[in-house]
């Protein structure tokens, strides 16, 4: 699955990067970084978290 991210809509408040560490970071312009956007087993677990977590559903998984 891949990580996409609506730019746009995206706050940077990083509820997400708390959900998903090894996935995602924010830059230190308060940008998002998709770190992996392709993740696979235990990483689409942590993806999904973060797409749930993310209070503006800036995140989706695209298969
Ligand atoms: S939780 Fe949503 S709004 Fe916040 S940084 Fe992540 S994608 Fe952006």
Redesign the pocket.
């Known amino acids: 699955m891949r990580i996409e991210?609506d730019r746009p809509?995206?706050?940077?408040?990083?509820?997400?990067?708390e959900a998903a560490p090894e996935l995602?970071h924010?830059d230190d312009d308060g940008e998002?970084i998709i770190d992996v956007p392709e993740v696979d087993g235990p990483d689409a677990a942590a993806a999904k978290a973060?797409v749930r977590?993310?209070?503006?559903a800036?995140?989706r998984l695209a298969s």
Do not use: Q
């Open positions: 991210l809509r995206c706050e940077g408040h990083g509820l997400c990067e995602m924010l998002l973060a977590v993310c209070p503006v800036a995140l």
